[in-house]
């Protein structure tokens, strides 16, 4: 079976229509990203490349809206926007698309896994009332929509110094692993500073201290945690080092810590349009920090995903930036001499395994 032929499940995209803008916190009049982004530009992206893939299906990630830890009043923004974004998600996973959202009933097929916001660092019992409002929000008790609310994300890369050590937070994952919901785990190494590691590393000790395997929290890390793979001299380097020490540690903290691979084309330079890539090169730059992470992780704990629309920006646009990932991410698995079943591992198995999900 040939890379192209082996189903692929795409483990991390973004999906915001136009009228969802104004509830990013990111979104600004200048942001490349500050259009609408939904299921149909998403099916361009994976359909321009020359030899189109067996896309099995996404599992969709939290889009950082504008939200608050508590369900407050103004000016905080509370759980509105972050809810807002599990009604669409519930919409395109029962296939009902309302007029301008950019899906269609046939795509309910593609959304195999929902991770919406979640405000881990208010705990227990702060998550226990919002994951009750999710469950509302997706229209079903125990409906085909809540099934697919694998697991949460709080993203911590652009938090405060000592969130993820927070007795709420560290309490609020171990109520996760209780309850079976994964946490999607986003550090940025190159912009946020090594310390976000550090800090990682010291959660997760906390978090797994004294658990039993089957009861601990899933944690699956984003984007190799985003390292700066702009260095030179880098198996010397001392921030490569220290990343390869960290991500390691993270890895043997327990067996049920996931590695993304995804999210490099925002760490490299950024690709042009118009003119081929060197594929070969931009492998080999990445190839001493994947080696790290398939070494510590080893396949059957490293799974593809897309990044997809933040990939466009560093990899050329909507036209060819998903289709130039996954030719990197299969040179990559080519130069590791993985095996046929290693292979489809990371382009679909892992993922499944690591949000319990069945299809």
């Given at each position: 079976m040939t890379p192209t032929q082996i189903p692929i499940v795409d483990s991390h995209i973004h999906l915001f229509p136009a009228t969802h803008l104004k509830t990013l916190s990111w979104h600004n009049a200048n942001n490349p990203l500050g259009t609408q982004h939904s299921v149909n530009e998403y099916r361009h992206a994976t359909t321009q490349s020359n030899t189109t893939p067996l896309l099995r299906g996404f599992i969709f990630l939290e889009t950082d809206r504008l939200s608050s830890i508590t369900d407050s009043t103004p000016p905080n923004h509370g759980w509105q926007h972050a809810l807002d974004e599990v009604s669409l998600l519930t919409r395109i996973a029962l296939g009902t698309p309302i007029p301008g959202e950019g899906h269609v009933p046939q795509d309910k097929a593609l959304c195999l896994g929902i991770v919406p916001w979640a405000p881990v660092p208010g705990g227990p019992d702060v998550l226990s009332a919002y994951m009750e409002q999710v469950r509302g929000r997706t229209g079903e008790v125990w409906g085909?929509?809540?099934?697919?609310v694998r697991g949460v994300r709080y993203l911590v890369q652009d938090k405060v110094e000592g969130t993820m050590l927070g007795d709420g937070f560290v309490e609020g994952l171990k109520w996760l692993g209780?309850?079976?919901?994964?946490?999607?785990?986003?550090v940025d190494a190159r912009s946020g500073g090594l310390g976000q590691l550090r800090e990682a590393v010291e959660m997760m000790g906390l978090v797994y201290r004294g658990l039993e395997e089957e009861k601990a929290v899933t944690i699956v890390i984003n984007h190799l945690c985003k390292p700066n793979l702009r260095l030179d001299d880098i198996r010397s380097h001392p921030d490569f080092l220290e990343w390869k020490d960290l991500v390691t540690k993270m890895a043997s903290a327990n067996p049920r810590t996931y590695m993304k691979l995804s999210g490099a084309f925002s760490e490299l330079l950024p690709l042009e349009a118009e003119s081929e890539p060197d594929f070969g090169a931009i492998v080999?730059?990445?190839q001493p920090w994947t080696d790290v992470v398939f070494e510590a992780f080893g396949a059957d704990r490293v799974m593809f995903g897309s990044d997809w629309p933040v990939c466009n920006v560093g990899g050329g646009g909507n036209d060819v930036a998903w289709g130039r990932w996954r030719r990197v991410v299969e040179e990559i698995l080519e130069r590791r001499g993985l095996s046929g079943e290693q292979k489809r591992d990371?382009?679909?198995?892992?993922?499944?395994?690591?949000?319990?999900?069945e299809i």
């Open positions: 085909e929509v809540w099934g697919k209780r309850e079976g919901f994964v946490f999607d785990l986003g080999e730059r990445m990371v382009w679909g198995s892992v993922a499944l395994r690591a949000y319990g999900i």
